[in-house]
């Protein structure tokens, strides 16, 4: 009789030793001993550490996705109060985790992209899927005159995600929220407010 795969729990338990130690700090030993499986178990799925980093990226990807999608797709929230949503659901999920762990995206981002191609692509495959939900919302905002329209939701899109990601880097130094409801108060006080609200008077 085969025995049952171990696939998930060892992708889940790298994620969770890849938030403690990071790519390169997280080795396969400390991974399969998360999981409590054995090591011929991380061989049998994976073909590499590259690999295995990919597997738990787009495993992350997936639940970011989920929230994106229960926050931006409330269509009881006006888009503006939407967008606020999501950057609220995440703040609330830092401060479970005491400020200490970060978004996964982003501390790839900075450790991975020069040392794995493969994992770079993948990366900026991600943001482009991550970007549009958001630019759809913050269309929606314009064609409504709740947000500015003087920059494309593209550019907007980028520079909230961007942003936002660089407040979270912030945070994890502070280990405090300060970075991240700075941002948020600038942000919706300045580019994510109506055109009203932006003209100098």
């Known amino acids: 009789m085969p025995k049952p795969s171990l696939k998930n729990e060892i992708i889940a338990a790298g994620l969770r030793v890849m938030f ?5 700090g997280a080795s396969v030993r400390d991974v399969v001993a998360e999981a ?8 049998n799925h994976f073909r590499s ?3 295995f980093a990919e597997a738990v990226l787009n495993h992350y990807f997936d639940r970011t996705r989920g929230l994106v999608v229960a926050a931006l797709g409330d269509s009881s929230l ?3 109060d939407r967008l606020r949503r999501y950057l609220d659901v995440i703040t ?10 970060g978004c996964l995206i982003g501390d790839f981002s900075i450790e991975v992209s020069q040392a794995s191609d493969a994992l770079r ?3 900026a495959e991600i943001y482009r899927e991550w970007l549009v939900p958001f630019a759809d919302c913050i269309a929606e905002g ?3 005159g709740e947000i500015d329209a003087r920059f494309s939701p593209q550019d907007l899109a980028e520079f909230l995600l961007a942003s936002w990601e660089g407040a979270i880097l ?4 502070e280990r405090d929220p300060e970075p991240l409801e700075r941002f948020k108060r600038i942000a919706f006080a300045t580019v994510f407010s109506s055109t009203e609200r932006t003209v100098t008077k």
């Open 121 to 123: 692509l993948r990366l």
């Open 36 to 43: 409590g499986a054995p090591q011929g178990s991380f061989t």
């Open 20 to 24: 403690r130690k990071g790519y390169e």
């Open 170 to 173: 912030r945070m994890k130094v």
């Open 142 to 144: 314009q064609r409504s």
């Open 92 to 101: 609330d999920r830092l401060a479970a985790d005491n400020y200490m762990r």
């Open 78 to 80: 006006t888009p503006r």
């Open 49 to 51: 550490k590259e690999a």
